[in-house]
């Protein structure tokens, strides 16, 4: 995502920032380890219904959880780039509860 906005500066602030309203702290140690090879952008509304886990749904004793999110599954939740930046959306977004 980062490549795909380049050097704009505003659309970099707000993207961290985003990033940030939904917990994601890229300075964390465990970034680093993980690379993913580009093959195009697409964007996802992470509402209510979008099937995820949240820290509140982990039982106790828990430690580490993995999952994988098959993309045909999630094929109604897809918007446009474009749409997903669009600061008139962000009521969409649901906070990790």
Not at 58 to 65: M, T
């Amino acid at each position: 995502m980062r490549a795909f906005i380049g050097t704009d500066i505003e659309a970099t602030e707000q993207f961290e920032d985003r990033l940030a309203r939904l917990g994601l702290d890229t300075t964390e140690p465990r970034y680093p380890e993980r690379y993913y090879v580009f093959g195009g952008v697409a964007a996802y509304v992470v509402d209510s219904e979008f099937p995820r886990l949240l820290q509140a749904n982990v039982p106790l004793g828990v430690d580490e959880v993995t999952y994988r999110i098959r993309l045909d599954h999630i094929a109604p939740f897809k918007r446009s780039v474009e749409d997903a930046l669009n600061p008139q959306n962000d009521d969409r977004l649901v906070p990790d509860v």
